[in-house]
């Protein structure tokens, strides 16, 4: 099984790529940074007997991902599975944000993840069973002021995961939208759950779990995943009140968390 | 003028001992997590003694990357003032985490920096510690009792529990602190592990939810001031005769658990070479 990793330096790309060497499946990682990638490259290799590549790439930049697939043209790399882990937010309000942030935010989490969906998907081994998973987020449930053009983005991946996993469905493409809550994966991560106290241990799924069963239920032809319990009634409760109820009481609570997660990191 | 080195040293027990053998007269190399609090730790040891020389470092030892830059900034200065001699280091550096996260390397958080750091960082500066024919001492815990190693997961990203994580690196110290002394025991090294007790630090509030924290912020009242472990540091630093056993709380030999065997201790330092990319027979 050959397995392509995007943001694989992140957290989350680091707890996947672990869980996927675990399995035995041969790795592709790539990401940004490229230092990262080199210690994660050493990690998995001083402890699992599987092959590991990397490639640092700028996944926004179309000509930098031309110089990757020519890269993977040139050894005939074909693939099993895609895991869409890239992505990124910034903290603030959409006006206290810079305009080069707002952009970046959809040019990674939704042109980025399509040009390298579209490129692997065109690599697939055919005739084979291809696994393509996108990193969504629970922020695609709904609406969220403070976190608009993040959620919105999380939301494109989620609709699209649905419509291309009904269209590729008889092309042996499985198509799974993962929804997680919090995720520990960095220091500010931690200081940002703390600063939503009781909520924030609440809401944080366990990254070790969340990527063993993102695996499962990707090889299980799953359509949507939502880790944990207290996320899936959050997400019930999307579906069932208004949407500007819900904006409005999500502008309280992020309002009243960001001022503690400011605080925090200061 | 002697060399201590000590790792976590600005805040809590790592600090306590930083100005403790300060003021007996060592010169004293303190690695902490960031500049700002290196500082601090700089003015509160320089403040305790005014004529001493010490010194504080800012990194990230969880990283390896970070591990071999400190390490490869202090050998020019362990050479050239130190007189290429360290005669104690203290891997006192740790942490709690309340989920399971892990470093650059993909390698859980706890293992990482309560023991791969250390035992990176000896192997690194080993060579100034054989010339001074010193002391290792590792910050380790009595929680290191009643487990074992999960050898076939031992960062536990299958069955996570923080407290066993903790517990399991604690008692990764002690092996090494025994394996240390089978192999360098012969070449004058003393290598020891400290019980501190309960102590009155920020472990548990930093890096975590707000549970543990919380727990923490309760327990942590009924636990004793850093001096006080400090004492058993300075102990086991100062003693000219070296101190019997290797396993001290309070100034005291303490029986440690039996999971602490020659054949755990030699397996967890081969796997520990791995998961370093080092060799320790390389020091001559």
Not at chain 1, 21 to 39: C, P, V, W
Request: hydrophobic share 40%.
């Amino acid at each position: 099984m050959n397995v392509l990793i995007t943001g694989a330096s992140g957290g989350l790309g680091r707890a996947l790529t672990i869980e996927c060497a675990r399995r035995g499946y041969h790795l592709f990682l790539t990401d940004i940074n490229k230092t990262g990638l080199e210690s994660l490259r050493n990690g998995v290799e001083r402890q699992f007997p599987v092959v590991v590549a990397t490639m640092a790439c700028d996944l926004t930049d179309d000509t930098d991902v031309d110089r990757l697939l020519a890269h993977l043209d040139t050894y005939g790399i074909q693939f099993d599975m895609l895991l869409n882990v890239a992505g990124l937010d910034f903290e603030g309000g959409f006006l206290e944000q810079s305009r080069k942030n707002v952009l970046t935010i959809v040019s990674l989490n939704i042109c980025a993840t399509l040009r390298i969906t579209h490129a692997i998907l065109s690599r697939r081994a055919i005739g084979k069973s291809f696994s393509l998973v996108f990193v969504s987020s629970l922020a695609s449930q709904y609406p969220i002021p403070l976190k608009a053009t993040y959620a919105a983005s999380k939301r494109f991946l989620l609709d699209f995961a649905y419509a291309l996993g009904e269209e590729l469905k008889n092309r042996h493409v499985h198509v799974l939208a993962v929804c997680p809550g919090g995720l520990v994966t960095t220091r500010d991560a931690m200081d940002g759950i703390k600063a939503q106290g009781i909520w924030g241990d609440m809401t944080t799924n366990r990254i070790e779990v969340v990527t063993r069963n993102t695996i499962d239920r990707a090889l299980a032809g799953k359509l949507v995943y939502i880790p944990g319990i207290a996320n899936r009634i959050l997400s019930l409760f999307g579906h069932l009140l208004p949407r500007t109820f819900i904006t409005m009481v999500l502008y309280k609570r992020w309002t009243r968390s960001q001022g503690k997660w400011l605080d925090i990191g200061a | 003028m002697k060399t201590i080195i000590i790792t976590g040293a600005t805040s809590g027990i790592g600090l306590a001992i930083a100005t403790t053998l300060a003021m007996d007269g060592y010169r004293v190399i303190g690695i902490g997590h960031s500049e700002q609090s290196c500082r601090k730790a700089e003015q509160l040891v320089h403040a305790s003694d005014p004529t001493g020389e010490c010194l504080f470092k800012a990194a990230d030892l969880m990283q390896q990357r970070e591990v071999h830059r400190i390490a490869d900034e202090l050998e020019p200065y362990i050479v050239q003032t130190c007189g290429g001699k360290v005669h104690a280091l203290i891997n006192n550096v740790g942490g709690v985490r309340s989920w399971y996260a892990t470093t650059e390397e993909g390698y859980e958080q706890q293992f990482a920096l309560n023991h791969l750091a250390g035992f990176l960082l000896t192997s690194r500066l080993l060579p100034y510690v054989l010339a001074a024919r010193g002391r290792v001492v590792m910050t380790s815990s009595n929680s290191h009792k009643g487990v074992s190693i999960h050898w076939d997961d031992i960062m536990l990203e299958r069955s996570y529990n923080p407290l066993l994580a903790y517990k399991q690196s604690k008692l990764c110290n002690l092996l090494f602190t025994k394996e240390l002394n089978s192999r360098y025991g012969s070449l004058g090294l003393r290598a020891y592990a400290v019980d501190p007790g309960l102590v009155q630090t920020d472990i548990g509030n930093k890096q975590t939810g707000s549970m543990v924290s919380l727990i923490w912020s309760i327990r942590k009242r009924f636990g004793v001031a850093p001096s006080i472990p400090a004492q058993t540091y300075r102990y086991l630093c100062t003693q000219q005769e070296y101190p019997s056993g290797f396993y001290y709380y309070g100034c005291k030999e303490q029986s440690y658990s039996h999971q602490v065997t020659d054949d755990n201790a030699r397996r967890l330092f081969a796997l520990s070479e791995r998961l370093c990319a080092i060799t320790y027979g390389d020091v001559s």
